[in-house]
């Protein structure tokens, strides 16, 4: 459990995380209010991340459930391994024989039978699967549902219940209550509207791409060696191409992902030709790739006038 605002932003930041105090915030409200949080945002800005730092933090086990179209409550929840049921029943046959040999009838047959429901109807025969898993847990754990905007809308619903009084139905052993209320973190890329009905049984989170400012501090945290000219020139262009119209934007992964490449080629300063040469590493699309490297000559070739200037404008100085 978080102690505070403060608590949440020092324990993620001795995780390398960079918590805002929004951030802080609503994590601190979720863990107390036992309310599931909601992550929206465009890709690669940190949610994913952010459910696994608030697990670390917390000493929590992590169950993640990626999402997908065609997802369903059976593959979220658990499978019925009837395959093994029926191996048990062939082998406990003769003893299946024996507890039968004493009945009379029919009904006090069927009644003996009965009575050993529960050794045929138990969990041992459950493949349980995410949901499941953080509903029986022994132990506290951090639920990562997962870009829940790709399921369906049917299974939208279905989490209404599970989140709503965190307990499922199942058939075959009744309703299952959580024996630990999980931390829940939901993720959504936008790719369609969450329903009000979910977003009312959680608190919400819009992470987007940070401030020039944080991003170069992200840089500087997590790409160690990196120079400080080069991931202030990283950061800079990575701004500058995501102000274009692109398919997709960099993303602060993709971002980390360039200045680790750059480092490990012992780049202290980028230029036109290497620029073109990587630029593959922050944006997937030819086109997009297009549109930044002419943006980026311009850049580049206004750097270089900068450079100029401040070097005629040295020279006047010592003539004078």
């Given at each position: ?232 020139e990283v950061v800079s262009v990575v701004h500058r191409v995501r102000k274009l119209d692109l398919k997709k934007a960099p993303s602060i992964s993709e971002t980390l992902d ?63």
């Amino acid at each position: 459990m978080f102690a505070s605002i403060e608590d949440v932003i020092e324990r993620f930041g001795k995780l390398q995380y960079i918590a805002s105090r929004t951030i802080g915030t609503v994590v601190y409200l979720a863990s107390h209010l036992k309310k599931p949080i909601l992550v929206e945002g465009p890709a690669g800005v940190g949610k994913t991340e952010l459910a696994k730092v608030v697990a670390q933090a917390l000493g929590h086990e992590l169950i993640r459930l990626q999402c997908y179209e065609g997802l369903d409550e059976a593959k979220a929840l658990y499978e019925w391994e009837y395959a093994k049921q029926l191996l048990y029943t062939q082998i406990l046959k003769d003893k299946i024989s024996e507890v039968l040999g004493g009945a009379r009838s029919l009904r006090e047959a069927v009644d003996k039978i009965a009575s050993e429901d529960d050794v045929f109807f138990s969990d041992r025969f459950i493949l349980p699967r995410p949901l499941l898993r953080a509903i029986t847990a022994e132990e506290p754990c951090v639920l990562l549902i997962d870009e829940v905007d790709k399921s369906d809308t049917e299974f939208e619903a279905f989490l209404l219940e599970v989140l709503s009084d965190f307990q499922v139905s199942v058939p075959e052993l009744g309703t299952l209550h959580a024996r630990h209320i999980p931390t829940v973190v939901l993720t959504s890329n936008n790719a369609r509207e969450m329903s009000d009905a979910l977003k009312r049984r959680c608190l919400h989170l819009f992470i987007d791409f940070p401030e020039r400012a944080q991003e170069l501090e992200i840089v500087r945290l997590k790409v160690p060696g990196v120079s400080e000219r080069l991931a202030a020139e990283v950061v800079s262009v990575v701004h500058r191409v995501r102000k274009l119209d692109l398919k997709k934007a960099p993303s602060i992964s993709e971002t980390l992902d360039w200045a680790k490449a750059l480092t490990l080629l012992n780049v202290k300063t980028l230029d036109e030709p290497l620029v073109a040469e990587t630029l593959s590493i922050i944006l997937k699309y030819e086109g997009d790739i297009r549109k930044a490297q002419q943006e980026l000559k311009e850049h580049v070739e206004l750097q270089r006038a900068k450079l100029k200037t401040a070097r005629l404008e040295g020279d006047k100085d010592v003539l004078h």
